[in-house]
Antibody, heavy 119, light 110 residues
């Protein structure tokens, strides 16, 4: 059974750094693109970017380029989303999802990680 | 402002049918496949429809998808209280080189 399990909720202050994770199991983690999706409070879904764990190639949606960093460690089947300096506007639920291909739909989703940024 | 446009809400009585529209352009829906997701309250999105009209594993045939030109439609027949959720369309956008979502449609069962 394919599973994506994300790290727990985080509460941070503006300016702090953060790295959240997404661990895949039940399939060959290296061979499928993993994407990250943001959902701000009461709002819709936004695609942030993707990574291919096999070679760590990452691609970012225009709105998120330079704002976050996506990485992966295939040896432990885990993808990451990180911020170097959080803002209050980064408060959201972040989902990881396995894509069928780099440009295609997301077949499997993690449970989501709530990130709260508040002073 | 979402790249794909959906109505904010639709509603119908149990057993009835609803349709949700998703409007885009030639850079997304017009030349690429559309997928649909269901997000029940407090849960992660779930893939319902991919490649315009193919149902994901385990999805009942009450859910259907179609596409014409730069618009797509999700249909739900035999509406049930368990169908109350937010529904999102999604497509690849060749100009943005990114997946783009609609703003979401809340389905209410009256």
């Amino acid at each position: 059974e394919v599973q994506l399990v994300q790290s727990g909720a985080e509460v941070k202050k503006p300016g702090e750094s953060l790295k959240i994770s997404c661990k895949g199991s039940g399939y060959s983690f290296s061979n499928y693109w993993i994407g990250w999706v943001r959902q701000m409070p009461g709002k819709g879904l936004e695609s942030m970017g993707i990574i291919y764990p096999g070679d760590s190639e990452s691609r970012y949606s225009p709105s998120f380029q330079g704002q976050v960093t996506i990485s992966a460690d295939k040896s432990i089947s885990t993808a990451y989303l990180q911020w170097s300096s959080l803002k209050a506007s980064d408060t959201a639920i972040y989902y990881c999802a396995r894509r069928f291909s780099s440009t295609s739909y997301s077949e499997y989703w993690g449970q989501g990680t709530l990130v709260t940024v508040s002073s | 402002q979402s790249v794909l446009t959906q109505p904010p809400s639709v509603s119908a009585a149990p057993g009835q049918k609803v349709t949700i529209s998703c409007s885009g352009s030639n850079s997304n829906i017009g030349n690429n496949y559309v997928s649909w997701y269901q997000q029940l309250p407090g849960t992660a999105p779930k893939l319902l429809i991919y490649d315009n009209n193919k149902r994901s594993s385990g999805i009942p045939d009450r859910f259907s998808g179609s596409k014409s030109g730069t618009s797509a439609t999700l249909g739900i027949t035999g509406l049930q209280t368990g169908d109350e959720a937010d529904y999102y369309c999604e497509a690849w956008d060749s100009s943005l080189t990114a997946r783009v979502f609609g703003g979401g449609t809340k389905v209410t069962v009256l």
